[in-house]
T-cell receptor, first 116, second 111 residues
Framework: DTGVSQDPRHKITKRGQNVTFRCDPI?????LYWYRQTLGQGPEFLTY????????KSRLLSDRFSAERPKGSFSTLEIQRTEQGDSAMYLC??????????????FGPGTRLTVL | GQNIDQPTEMTATEGAIVQINCTYQ??????LFWYQQHAGEAPTFLSY????GLEEKGRFSSFLSRSKGYSYLLLKELQMKDSASYLC????????????FGTGTRLQVTL
């Protein structure tokens, strides 16, 4: 257990439905990341928050995806009008930040999304 | 563009030594991470190299050559529990300090 939690752990949904995932990072970590991982691949960067500010988004993050971190603590990732290609493991990670000497990103257990 | 290469699969015997290589071509290189990932679980941190050379941590060591765009993870005295995927990840400079992962090397440790 790294201290990063995600909810739910598994989500099965029908194509076209909206889904929302939650990530609770390690409490003192100001940096939060979302990644997506498909079978047999490494995680792919989706987006990054420093405190409550979303500072970087990948081209992978289409306009159906939105992420928030309203108070600089937990974060949510919403996927609207899900497609079968969205089926993947969605991983959240947090870190202290470079200035604090914390390069390591601690990963949560992930939310496995299956779109039928 | 960015390119990170590592072997897809490797097999080794319990008690042996195995070296997993990773080559990369990227811009904005800050350092290189190795993560271990068991099936269905989150990646867990193994090592981080910024400077050239070998970093040893118990049974695991990691090496980096920045000029050659090359790293390896060395696992000694292999145990069955070491069967997992090993992910090489480039740590980028810039605001996000994001990671770009390779596809991972699936290591199978046999008796």
């Amino acid at each position: 257990d790294t201290g990063v939690s995600q909810d739910p752990r598994h989500k099965i949904t029908k194509r076209g439905q909206n889904v929302t995932f939650r990530c609770d990072p390690i409490s003192e970590h100001n940096r939060l990341y979302w990644y997506r991982q498909t079978l047999g691949q490494g995680p792919e960067f989706l987006t990054y928050f420093q405190n409550e500010a979303q500072l970087e988004k990948s081209r992978l993050l289409s306009d159906r995806f939105s992420a928030e971190r309203p108070k600089g603590s937990f974060s949510t990732l919403e996927i609207q009008r899900t497609e079968q290609g969205d089926s993947a493991m969605y991983l959240c990670a947090s870190s202290l930040g470079v200035m604090a000497g914390g390069h390591e990103q601690f990963f949560g257990p992930g939310t496995r999304l299956t779109v039928l | 563009g960015q390119n990170i290469d590592q072997p897809t699969e490797m097999t080794a015997t319990e008690g042996a030594i195995v070296q997993i290589n990773c080559t990369y071509q990227t811009s904005g290189f800050n350092g290189l991470f190795w993560y271990q990932q068991h099936a269905g679980e989150a990646p867990t941190f193994l090592s981080y190299n910024v400077l050239d050379g070998l970093e040893e941590k118990g049974r695991f060591s990691s090496f980096l050559s920045r000029s050659k765009g090359y790293s390896y993870l060395l696992l000694k005295e292999l145990q069955m529990k070491d069967s997992a995927s090993y992910l090489c990840a480039v740590h980028h400079t810039g605001t996000a300090s994001k990671l770009t992962f390779g596809t991972g090397t699936r290591l199978q440790v046999t008796l």
